[in-house]
């Protein structure tokens, strides 16, 4: 009894210093022997953050064309791709280590430690049972998908987006079930969006539109939700106003900006099932996955779903499923007319296994959550 009230009173502490712990064990590997792997994605944003670090050195805001590094070309890395909340991988070199290294270790521990805690407080609006909570947080924590991202291939704008994504659902939630600052929540889950990666914000709104267009015939969209969503965007806007204003200057001043191609680049099935029991993380789009544990979850899932036909954990998983079975090479996605289009900006369709280890969390978290009322009723009527 004084254990668990010991526990009760502190449960807080002991959460934070678990969150930290894990961060840490999912940042070490990647720095063993004292260097970090650099793929070209990986050098493209250090050597941006070194413009960023200097001109903040010097009491100075960033230029928009960077001057350090890509072979004195005028690129407009700084400018075009939001570094706002880069200051996680540019601060601990004020605060901690002039070293670039150890201060790229600091960022990585930041950055993981605020994915678990924005994974937990979105897991709390599914179940007030921590135990349970955990598994969605450690589901989405340790998803290859997540590890090969900053590791395997240094994308480091997705990175800090895939710690974002629980937030921006976080807002939406609320706002569906009117609760309150909901709003307030998905504005300042956007807002950080815009000032990390605008490809992740023109993913999110995609999938946002798709959303209210069915809940509006479902009827369950009203004025009061559109009223919600505008407070949102109003916060969005207001809090990544200088991201924004920096990309209007330089596409409303310059012509003929180069930009990412487009593509369509799908994930192989078999290529897949290869990796998984390899093991292998690659900066290959062919193989992106979200790991054995996790892919093994989603198809027992899958296989509930024909055997359990009730509960709300089946929603989740069917998202998870269609989104999952959509990035693979099985669909006719390669054609020119659809990687011409606004979809081609996606370039792989593994990036959609950000919001496949996002949904697939969920489903964990509510299909262990209906599991357990499930066993304790069974138990109740056994005994009783």
Known sequence: MIIYRHVRKWEKVYLILLFLVLAIIATVPAFLGGYFKVTYDGGVHLTRWESIYQALKHGKLPVLVNFIGFQGIANAYTGL????????????????????IAALFCGFVLLNFLTQIATYFMMREFTAKKLINLMGVFFYQFSAYHMGIMYARNAMGEAIAYAILPVVLTGC?????????????????????????????????????????????MKKFNIDELYLFCLAIGVAVLTSLYTIVNILVLYLNNKGINTPGHGLFPVGGWDVVQALFANSIEDRPLIFNIGLVETGMLVFLGMMMLIKKRGNWRFWTAITLGIFFCTLSWLPLQKSIFINSFFGNIQFLGRMLAFVSLFLAISVTVFLKKMLCWIITELWFRFY
Request: glycine share 6%; with cysteine.
């Open 173 to 217: 939630l609320r706002i569906w079930k009117r609760e309150k600052l909901g709003w307030l929540v998905l504005g300042v889950g956007m807002g950080a969006l815009i000032n990390t990666h605008i490809l992740s914000v023109l993913i999110v709104c995609t999938l946002l539109t798709i959303t209210e267009v069915v809940r509006l015939f």
């Open 81 to 100: 791709y939001p570094w706002i909340t880069s200051l996680l991988f540019i601060l601990p070199r004020f605060i901690f280590t002039t070293n670039p």
